[in-house]
């Protein structure tokens, strides 16, 4: 998983966690039960449940639907809550697999994180190679990497796939074995303008 993507899902564990514990402690706190306890009133501008009360009653839900923006904005808030859920469950699936490999050893196991990036320094330290990343994705019978290699101005693709496919991927295979190991690499090159950048 990308440090993004694990950065995504924390922020939203984190706000869903907050609201949830927000409105959790808001009806805590307008509860007799509580007040009783504290032994004073609650401040005047603390917002307050009377017991047996709802947060909206029909007459309020009739008289926001009196306004000609509120069913569609409800419709479009609705509809674009559905589709970043969708989103993330498709992110989610996608990214799938095993988390932990086990090895040909059956007390030895390898996380699939430590293996990418194990396997991104040996992609890095290939000539000609000016950087890059890999992701891994490990089923019970294939072990399948995402790699992006940029390479440096003048290099030649077909000499550095074959050290890919010679030296890197070949101590991923026997990391693996006996699992089938896929690679799916997609070359770009280093821009000279890049290369005065840095």
Known sequence: MSSSRKAANRTLLLLTGAALLAGGVWLLSTSSWVADRVGRPLPSWWPTVEPGSVLLDRAGLNELREHGWWTPLVIAGMALLLLALLLWL???ARQGG????PLSHPEVTVRTHALADALTRE??????????HVRVRARARELRAHIHIRLEPGARP???LRQLFDESLAQARSTAAPRE????VRISVRSHRSQRAA
């Not at 992609?123 to 890059?132: E, F, Q």
């Not at 190991?181 to 799916?184: F, G, I, K, L, N």
């Open 181 to 184: 190991v896929r690679a799916d």
């Open 158 to 160: 077909e000499t550095v």
């Open 123 to 132: 992609v890095r330290a290939l000539p000609a190679v000016a950087g890059a």
């Open 90 to 92: 498709l992110a989610l």
């Open 98 to 101: 095993l988390r932990v490999l």
